[in-house]
């Protein structure tokens, strides 16, 4: 019962490179989602997406792209990171708006330098 | 802004002793869940509730949802060192149907 993978688990960038965070659920769920963690700030919804097909911004979208490559494969894209972009990042799949909760992966921890 | 408000932002207590946390807020929400995150980890989901003034138990956790069901409540009785981590609520609001979360309480017991 593998849930939420997301890869890698860590990176380290320089700034103005690029990279796409992987995120695969296997519980047929129809949204996901992607938050960002940063101390004091709390979890942040950067992009989701409510089916196959469709994606949406959340609250802190900017200089992030997304793509929903099928049910189970959400992406992040950071096409020019910057040092802003250092946090834990978050990939999560729920059954429909997530009023029954979310399943969480186990994240990625990015450092831009 | 919608916000829900968790407190104490810290809690740190021995090892037996009772405890409570908050999840506050001005809005109402469809439904409230509490997530418990260790350091390294994701949240993982304890529990969901949904009707104001349920209360549901897992174990020595017990979970209150407001009558209005604008917030909400995490007991723990007889802590233990393994209950130590950051406890996130989240709430589905009722007027847009989005999720939001709370920015946790650290909870640290010692032995």
């Known amino acids: 019962n ?5 890869t ?8 103005g490179q690029s990279m796409t965070l992987q995120c695969a659920q296997d519980m047929n769920h129809n949204s996901m989602y992607w938050y960002r963690q940063d101390p004091g700030m709390g979890l942040r919804l950067i992009y989701y997406s409510a089916s196959e097909g ?5 609250e802190v979208p900017n200089g992030y792209n997304v793509s929903r490559l ?6 992040l894209r950071l096409e020019s990171a910057a040092p802003s972009q250092t946090s834990v990042y ?4 729920s059954e429909g708006q997530g009023g029954y909760g979310y399943t969480f992966g186990s994240g990625t921890r990015l450092t831009v330098v | 802004t919608q916000l829900l408000e968790q407190s104490p932002q810290f809690l740190s207590i021995q090892e037996g002793e009772n405890l409570t946390v908050y999840c506050n807020s001005s809005s109402v929400f469809s439904s409230l869940q509490w997530y418990r995150q260790e350091p390294g980890e994701g949240p993982v989901l304890l529990v969901t509730v949904v009707t104001g003034g349920e209360v549901k138990k897992l174990k020595r ?5 407001g009558d209005a069901r604008k917030d909400s409540s995490l007991h723990i009785t007889a ?6 981590g950051l406890y996130l609520c989240a709430g589905l609001n009722l007027r847009d149907d989005k999720i939001i979360f709370g920015k946790g309480t650290r909870l640290h017991i010692l032995p």
Not at chain 1, 8 to 15: A, D, E, G, H, I
Not at chain 1, 90 to 93: E, K, M, R, V
Not at chain 2, 61 to 65: A, D, G, I, S
Request: include cysteine; hydrophobic fraction near 30%.
């Open chain 2, 79 to 84: 802590a233990q060192p393994g209950d130590t």
């Open chain 1, 2 to 6: 593998a849930g939420v993978t997301q």
């Open chain 2, 61 to 65: 956790l017990t979970f209150q949802f």
């Open chain 1, 54 to 58: 469709t994606t949406d911004k959340g």
């Open chain 1, 8 to 15: 890698p688990k860590f990176q380290v960038l320089k700034t």
């Open chain 1, 90 to 93: 978050f990939c999560a799949s």
């Open chain 1, 70 to 75: 099928n049910k189970r494969e959400f992406s």
